[in-house]
């Protein structure tokens, strides 16, 4: 039925007579009130149905969309939409039916609008830091290479938790393994662009002291201890040259850290593969090796294998484990000021979590899909429903000039493009450009250097499913993300916890049983620390007296009988899995890929 529908919608895609496609909407019933009727109780039974996942979280898996802003969300659903030819707004990503979600703030402690290095630093350790520091707290400036070496201004993260509790741990990254996102879960540095030595010698004697985050990756703990690590960055390792990275941080003390790496790995009597190669990686024997890492080219990351093989490799943990993937070029595409690169990488991450879904079990895993933080890209206009979302609009009452306009388009970046015709400014008249090719750049409205569009100062998104995900429910700090992993996990900061693994039915009676006073051990923790408990929990619900022993009975069993009518009339209704409506799988030409150059234009790539 649904791959009918959306062949009948690849049909049916309109094209208008500026050439510009106009996707139809896949519910041709919408103009009923009764669509809309049903739609909202359905999702009203969904609500009512859901309970507390309380089981202690054996693994943590965090999605994490580098600059994956709420606008670019919204467009990047649109387009998930439109691939399949249908209008798009009513499509869900599979975050979107998570079953908790709430907002993060994510400024640094001296900017208002953050980077990535302090961003990463407040989610993966709990703590917020300065722009460009990574793995230091607020005592340490960007560059301050002294401050960063105390051991108090180093801050300890979920990756190291995760190890201490006997956790296999990983990164993925699309972006190089040493960028300032993958940089906070191991390296501690007052400056995130110190990914080689190089770059310390180049920024004179006060830096010496300081150790890239290659070589802290390698070395020290707990980089050095992660089972998986796979991305670009080979230049800051040593390991070759990347032909297709342009020339950013290469090692100048002749150290090839992944030999290193191999070396130290085969001392400890301990398995060990290096691939950089989709065909090498696909080939490897995952469940076999003890340690895996991936060097690929910096642009051609193959994100979804690299997925995959680490989710194989991990799960063979008894203890449980720990993984971050990150869509690291979701920030490129848009600091390039090019939404399609962005959205479609954001679309390439959403499968590797749909397809990660698959392969672990929400009772006993934490996903969490987040971003670190905005861009100034924003969706404007009026454009009709299942326009492309990457087209024009034209909206004659409110623009001035009558030109048409894109419907993303961004405040600051190299899109900048005014003329003087001797009388006024004239806007870059948009009519017959292809606006939906991969590198085409929409308007800014503030110049910037090549490459230099700005991150976005408003709250970002984080969603979670599986154990605890019920935490986040409000808007938090960005550093509250590292808590709820942890105490959901019973590591780090929150390793006293009895919390057993997958008793879901326990936890699922005990709710409805809150009412009596005989807290679990659960409880009489929570209180003990003082720690607040989910919705109804621990601090300050005392039941209703009246209600106690027999009324309670009643009202219990009411409550019960209700839930199975609304859980008969969902599954008539719609039916749901567990991570919301399955969706068939689609296939789509391949963009044929281009070389995407990085440049660092003064270390201002962020
Ligand atoms: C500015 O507009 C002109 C056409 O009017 C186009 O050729 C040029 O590529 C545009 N420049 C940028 C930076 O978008
Ligand atoms: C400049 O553009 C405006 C609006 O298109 C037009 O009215 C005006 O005549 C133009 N001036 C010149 C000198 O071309
Ligand atoms: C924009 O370009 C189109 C096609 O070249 C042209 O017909 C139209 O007059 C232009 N609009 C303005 C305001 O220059
Ligand atoms: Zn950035």
């Given at each position: 039925?649904h791959?009918?529908l959306v062949?009948m919608g690849?049909?049916c895609?309109l094209v208008?007579?500026?050439?510009?496609?106009?996707y139809?909407?896949p519910?041709?019933q919408?103009?009923?009130?009764?669509?809309?009727?049903d739609?909202g109780?359905?999702e009203?039974?969904?609500a009512?149905?859901?309970t507390?996942n309380n089981?202690?979280a054996?693994?943590?898996i965090?999605?994490?969309?580098?600059?994956?802003?709420i606008?670019?969300?919204?467009?990047g659903?649109?387009?998930?939409?439109?691939?399949k030819?249908?209008?798009g707004e009513?499509?869900?990503?599979?975050?979107?039916?998570?079953?908790?979600?709430?907002?993060?703030?994510?400024?640094?402690?001296d900017?208002?609008?953050?980077?990535?290095?302090?961003?990463?630093?407040?989610f993966?350790?709990?703590?917020?830091?300065?722009?460009?520091?990574?793995?230091?707290?607020?005592k340490v400036?960007?560059?301050?290479c002294?401050?960063?070496?105390?051991k108090?201004?180093q801050?300890s993260?979920?990756?190291?938790?995760a190890?201490?509790?006997g956790?296999?741990?990983?990164?993925v990254?699309?972006?190089q393994?040493t960028h300032?996102?993958?940089?906070?879960?191991y390296?501690?540095s007052?400056?995130r662009y110190?990914?080689c030595?190089?770059?310390?010698?180049?920024e004179g004697?006060?830096?010496?002291?300081c150790k890239?985050?290659?070589l802290q990756?390698?070395e020290?703990?707990?980089g050095?201890?992660m089972?998986?690590?796979?991305?670009?960055g080979r230049?800051?390792?040593?390991?070759?040259i990347?032909?297709?990275?342009?020339k950013?941080?290469?090692?100048?003390?002749?150290?090839?850290?992944?030999?290193?790496w191999?070396?130290?790995?085969?001392?400890?009597g301990?398995?060990?593969?290096?691939?950089t190669?989709?065909g090498d990686?696909k080939?490897?024997?995952a469940e076999g090796?003890?340690y895996?890492?991936g060097?690929?080219?910096?642009?051609?990351?193959?994100y979804?294998?690299?997925?995959k093989?680490?989710v194989?490799?991990?799960k063979?943990s008894d203890?449980g484990?720990?993984?971050m993937?990150?869509g690291g070029r979701i920030?490129?595409?848009?600091h390039?000021?090019?939404?399609?690169?962005?959205?479609e990488e954001?679309?390439?991450?959403?499968e590797?979590?749909?397809?990660t879904l698959?392969e672990?079990?929400?009772?006993e895993?934490?996903?969490?899909?987040t971003?670190?933080h905005?861009h100034?890209?924003?969706?404007?206009?009026?454009?009709?429903?299942?326009?492309?979302?990457?087209?024009?609009t034209?909206?004659?009452?409110?623009?001035s000039?009558h030109?048409?306009?894109t419907?993303?388009?961004?405040?600051?970046g190299?899109?900048f493009?005014?003329t003087?015709?001797?009388?006024?400014?004239i806007r870059?008249?948009l009519?017959?450009v292809?606006?939906?090719?991969?590198?085409?750049v929409?308007l800014?409205?503030?110049?910037?250097y090549?490459g230099?569009?700005?991150?976005g100062?408003e709250?970002?998104a984080?969603?979670?499913?599986?154990?605890m995900?019920h935490?986040?429910?409000?808007?938090?700090?960005q550093?509250?993300?590292?808590?709820?992993?942890a105490?959901?996990s019973?590591i780090?900061?929150?390793?006293?916890?009895n919390r057993?693994?997958?008793?879901h039915?326990?936890?699922y009676?005990?709710?409805h049983h809150?009412?009596?006073?005989n807290d679990d051990?659960?409880?009489?923790?929570?209180k003990?620390?003082g720690?607040k408990g989910?919705?109804?929990?621990?601090?300050g619900?005392?039941?209703?007296?009246?209600?106690?022993s027999?009324?309670?009975v009643?009202?219990w069993c009411?409550?019960m009988l209700?839930?199975?009518?609304?859980?008969k009339?969902?599954?008539?209704?719609?039916p749901?899995?567990r991570?919301?409506?399955?969706?068939?799988?689609?296939e789509y030409?391949?963009?044929?890929?281009?070389?995407?150059e990085?440049e660092?234009k003064?270390?201002r790539?962020i």
């Amino acid at each position: 039925m649904h791959s009918l529908l959306v062949v009948m919608g690849v049909v049916c895609a309109l094209v208008v007579p500026s050439g510009q496609v106009v996707y139809p909407s896949p519910n041709p019933q919408e103009t009923e009130t009764s669509f809309w009727m049903d739609h909202g109780r359905r999702e009203l039974t969904e609500a009512l149905q859901q309970t507390p996942n309380n089981n202690k979280a054996k693994n943590v898996i965090l999605f994490l969309g580098d600059g994956m802003g709420i606008t670019a969300m919204t467009a990047g659903r649109i387009l998930k939409g439109q691939k399949k030819g249908v209008s798009g707004e009513e499509e869900n990503l599979v975050w979107d039916r998570f079953s908790n979600m709430g907002l993060l703030k994510t400024y640094n402690l001296d900017r208002q609008v953050p980077d990535s290095a302090a961003t990463a630093t407040a989610f993966l350790s709990g703590v917020k830091g300065n722009y460009l520091t990574v793995g230091v707290n607020g005592k340490v400036k960007s560059k301050d290479c002294a401050a960063s070496l105390k051991k108090e201004n180093q801050v300890s993260t979920i990756l190291k938790w995760a190890q201490e509790a006997g956790k296999d741990t990983g990164v993925v990254t699309t972006a190089q393994v040493t960028h300032a996102t993958p940089a906070a879960l191991y390296a501690h540095s007052p400056y995130r662009y110190w990914q080689c030595d190089s770059k310390l010698k180049a920024e004179g004697p006060n830096a010496l002291a300081c150790k890239d985050i290659a070589l802290q990756l390698v070395e020290d703990e707990p980089g050095r201890s992660m089972k998986v690590v796979m991305g670009g960055g080979r230049q800051e390792m040593g390991a070759g040259i990347d032909p297709e990275a342009t020339k950013k941080c290469e090692r100048s003390d002749g150290r090839n850290l992944v030999k290193e790496w191999q070396q130290d790995k085969a001392s400890q009597g301990k398995t060990s593969a290096y691939v950089t190669t989709t065909g090498d990686l696909k080939k490897l024997n995952a469940e076999g090796t003890d340690y895996i890492m991936g060097l690929f080219g910096d642009i051609h990351v193959p994100y979804e294998d690299m997925v995959k093989v680490a989710v194989r490799r991990l799960k063979r943990s008894d203890n449980g484990f720990f993984l971050m993937v990150e869509g690291g070029r979701i920030d490129h595409g848009m600091h390039h000021g090019k939404p399609r690169r962005a959205l479609e990488e954001l679309v390439a991450m959403e499968e590797a979590v749909r397809e990660t879904l698959e392969e672990v079990d929400l009772q006993e895993t934490l996903v969490v899909v987040t971003a670190d933080h905005s861009h100034v890209m924003t969706m404007n206009g009026y454009p009709d429903r299942g326009n492309d979302i990457f087209g024009v609009t034209i909206n004659e009452e409110d623009v001035s000039d009558h030109l048409p306009y894109t419907t993303l388009m961004f405040t600051t970046g190299e899109g900048f493009n005014y003329t003087w015709n001797g009388t006024e400014v004239i806007r870059r008249n948009l009519t017959g450009v292809d606006t939906t090719h991969k590198d085409f750049v929409p308007l800014a409205a503030v110049p910037t250097y090549p490459g230099s569009e700005t991150h976005g100062g408003e709250d970002v998104a984080v969603y979670a499913n599986g154990p605890m995900a019920h935490l986040f429910h409000r808007v938090h700090e960005q550093t509250y993300v590292a808590h709820v992993m942890a105490y959901a996990s019973c590591i780090g900061p929150y390793t006293d916890c009895n919390r057993p693994f997958n008793d879901h039915r326990t936890r699922y009676k005990h709710v409805h049983h809150r009412d009596h006073d005989n807290d679990d051990d659960d409880d009489d923790e929570r209180k003990r620390k003082g720690r607040k408990g989910y919705g109804k929990g621990s601090d300050g619900y005392n039941g209703a007296p009246a209600l106690k022993s027999g009324g309670l009975v009643v009202l219990w069993c009411c409550v019960m009988l209700n839930k199975v009518i609304m859980w008969k009339t969902l599954k008539d209704l719609h039916p749901v899995g567990r991570t919301g409506v399955p969706q068939p799988r689609q296939e789509y030409p391949e963009e044929e890929e281009e070389e995407e150059e990085e440049e660092e234009k003064g270390g201002r790539v962020i």
